[in-house]
């Protein structure tokens, strides 16, 4: 049975929860897993697409099963897609686990590129306005479920992976 992932990594769009994630995997020799992605995979069809055709309650829903499923097969590294902390179940599921909010401020999330790519909360214009408002109001949800928070604003994401790993602490990973 599995024990479930080594390190779960939560926070906004655009903060490298994938980048690191993946870095830490490889440091600790263990498999990384994204929800993103598993989404993707379950319905064959990107993101975008999700929430032009089903709307964001759909997404939500497949992204909520998603996480579940990851939660207990998935001994790892997982990254939760950026909104999956609003589900209260899926929050409820997080407790006790070593969850890590990966963090930025917003005007290094405006200083990044291609933050509104495939990310349709981010694509009316103006990414970086949208950006801050979302994470403002989601910013209690994440230290909620997280054991730590770590800053990622001019950091590289070695430094950020880390930072993870001693967030973490030696006894979990
Ligand atoms: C979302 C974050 C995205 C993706 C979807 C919605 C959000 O994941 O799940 O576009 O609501 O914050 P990333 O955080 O990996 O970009």
Do not use: N
Request: aromatic share 4%; charged share 30%; hydrophobic share 45%.
């Amino acid at each position: 049975m599995s024990t479930g992932p080594v390190v779960v990594l939560v926070g906004p769009m655009g903060v490298g929860k994938s980048t690191v994630g993946r870095l830490l995997a490889e440091r600790l020799g263990l498999g990384f897993r994204d929800t993103d992605d598993d989404v993707v995979a379950a319905e064959s069809r990107t993101i975008a697409e999700i929430f032009a055709e089903g709307g964001e309650p759909y997404f939500r829903a497949v992204e909520k099963r998603a996480v579940r499923r990851a939660l207990a097969e998935h001994d790892g590294v997982l990254a939760l897609g950026g909104g999956a902390i609003l589900d209260p179940d899926t929050r409820a599921l997080l407790a006790g686990r070593p969850v890590v909010c990966l963090w930025m401020e917003a005007d290094e999330a405006a200083r990044r590129t291609r933050l509104d790519a495939d990310r349709p909360l981010l694509a009316a214009g103006d990414p970086g306005g949208q950006w801050r408002e979302l994470t403002e109001a989601r910013r209690h949800l994440y230290e909620e479920v997280a054991r730590a928070v770590v800053a990622t604003d001019g950091r590289t994401p070695d430094e950020v992976a880390q930072a993870t790993l001693r967030a973490v602490g030696s006894a979990t990973v």
